[in-house]
C-alpha cells in the first residue's frame, strides 16, 4: 500500500455516527480523504507527516440548522432595530463577522431562516464558493398578513396564494421558509397561537416549492400549527414548543426533522432581570421543551441542531454549542449532541459530504483540546478546523 499524506493521531474520536467515543485513533488520510480510521499503534508515531492531537479531542464540523446572519444576537434595542433596517452594504459586514464566528467554534455550515431584506440569500449568492462556513439561504420568510415574521419574512402579494408567490419568488434560494405560527408565551404558560395558513394553503405551497427542489422549513409552535405543517409535507419544523407527544409520533412515522432551538429560551430567560415575569415564564418554556426532547430521543425523532442565533442573547456560532449542551441536559449522550449538529444537519441541509468520521468520507473534521468532558467549554476556546485533510 502506498503511504498516506497524512497521519492524524486523536486522544478521542466522535465520529458523528452517535456511537461510542473512541479513545486513541489514528486516521490516514489521502487525497482529502479518509483512506483508514483505526486504533493508535506505536509506529504511527514514526510516520514522517504525522500530526500528533493525542491530547485531543476530534470530531465532525458542526452544523448550525437554523441562524438569522442579519442579527447579531444583540440585545440592545437599538443596535436590532439598526441591523433589521440596514442596508446591504452594511449587513454585509455583519454576515461575514458572522462567518468568522461560527469558523471559530467549528461550525462550518448554517442554514438562514430569513431575513427581512434578504441579505443573506443576496450574500451567498455573491460570495458563491468562497472559503469558510457553507451558506444555505431562503431569503424572506413567508407570513399571512397581520400576523408574526415582519422581522424575517414578507406576505404573499395581494390576491396571490401561499403556492403561487413561492412558485414565483426563490431565485438561488436553497429551500423555503414559511411562518406558521406566532412566537411563545412569557408570561402565559403553554399559551398557542393560532396557524398561519390552513393545510389547504399549505400542501399546494409545499408543492410548489418541490417543483423547484426546495425543501420547506416551517416556523411553528403548538399542537396545531405543527400537525398543520407535517401534513403538508414540510423537510423540518423549527421551534415546535407545545408541539406535543402525538406530532412527536407522526415526525418519526414521516421523518420529519425537529429543530427545537431550546436555547433561545434559555437566553430569554439569562436577560430578563430576577422578578420580572417574563424570566420565570421562559425558564418554564425552557424546561417544557426539554421534557418533549426527552420524549422525542426514546422515540427516535431526528433532532437537528439549530440555535437560530440572532434571536435576542443567541449568538452566532456559540449558539449552537449552548443547544448541544441543552440536548444532553434532555438525556441525550455527548455523542448523540454531536451527532445531532453534524450528521443529522448535514442531511437536512442536503451537504455534499455527510458529515461522518468514517474510512472513504472527506476527512473535515475540528480539533479541540482534551478529553470530552471539557468539550463544550473548548469549543468556545480551542476549536481549529480541518478541511480536506489539511488544516484551514
Ligand atoms: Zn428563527
Redesign the pocket.
Known amino acids: 500500500m502506498e503511504r498516506c499524506d497524512t497521519l492524524i493521531l486523536a486522544g478521542w474520536l466522535i465520529d458523528g455516527s452517535g456511537g461510542p467515543i473512541c479513545k486513541d485513533m489514528c486516521m490516514a488520510v489521502r487525497n482529502g480523504r479518509i483512506e483508514q480510521l483505526r486504533k493508535l499503534e506505536n509506529a504511527d508515531r514514526e510516520h514522517p507527516e504525522v500530526k500528533d492531537f493525542s491530547g485531543c479531542t476530534l470530531l465532525p464540523h458542526l452544523v448550525d440548522s437554523?441562524?438569522?446572519l442579519f442579527m447579531s444576537g444583540s440585545q440592545d434595542p437599538w443596535i436590532r432595530e439598526r441591523q433589521l433596517t440596514s442596508d446591504y452594504n452594511h449587513a454585509r459586514e455583519l454576515i461575514a463577522a458572522h462567518r468568522q464566528s461560527h469558523v471559530r467554534h467549528g461550525v462550518m455550515a448554517v442554514r438562514d431562516?430569513?431575513d427581512r431584506s434578504a441579505h443573506s440569500l443576496r450574500y451567498a449568492l455573491e460570495t458563491g464558493s468562497s472559503p469558510g462556513p457553507v451558506l444555505c439561504t431562503a431569503g424572506n420568510a413567508w407570513r399571512q398578513k397581520g400576523r408574526y415574521g415582519s422581522l424575517?419574512g414578507r406576505t404573499p402579494p395581494e390576491g396571490m396564494t401561499l403556492a403561487g408567490a413561492i412558485g414565483t419568488e426563490n431565485p438561488g434560494a436553497d429551500h423555503v421558509k414559511i411562518v406558521n405560527s406566532g412566537l411563545n408565551s412569557l408570561t402565559s404558560f403553554g399559551k398557542t397561537t393560532r396557524p398561519q395558513f390552513t393545510l389547504a394553503e399549505l400542501k399546494p405551497a409545499v408543492r410548489a416549492a418541490a417543483r423547484q427542489g426546495l425543501p420547506v422549513m416551517v416556523?411553528a409552535n403548538g399542537a396545531v400549527p405543527v400537525d398543520i405543517a407535517v401534513e403538508a409535507g414540510c423537510r423540518s419544523i423549527?421551534?415546535g414548543f407545545f408541539m406535543g407527544p402525538e406530532n412527536l409520533a407522526k415526525l418519526v412515522e414521516r421523518q420529519v426533522f425537529w429543530v427545537p432551538?431550546a436555547v433561545t429560551m434559555k437566553a430569554y430567560s439569562e436577560m430578563l432581570s430576577p422578578g420580572d415575569p417574563g424570566r420565570e415564564g421562559a425558564l418554564r418554556n425552557l424546561e417544557h421543551q426539554l421534557e418533549q426532547l426527552r420524549l422525542a430521543h426514546g422515540m427516535g425523532v431526528r433532532v437537528a441542531t439549530g440555535s437560530?442565533a440572532?434571536?435576542p442573547g443567541v449568538y452566532h456560532g456559540q449558539g449552537v454549542v449552548e443547544e448541544m449542551k441543552l440536548l444532553v441536559d434532555a438525556g441525550f449522550s455527548l455523542s448523540e449532541a454531536v451527532q445531532c449538529a453534524s450528521v443529522n444537519g448535514a442531511e437536512l441541509l442536503n451537504l455534499k459530504t455527510n458529515g461522518i468520521l468514517a474510512s472513504g468520507q472527506t476527512a473535515d473534521f475540528i480539533v479541540v483540546n482534551g478529553s470530552p468532558e471539557g468539550l463544550f467549554d473548548q469549543l468556545r476556546h480551542s476549536a481549529r478546523v480541518w478541511k480536506q485533510g489539511a488544516s484551514v
Open positions: 437554523h441562524v438569522h431562516g430569513g424575517i416556523h423549527e421551534h432551538t437560530d440572532g434571536s
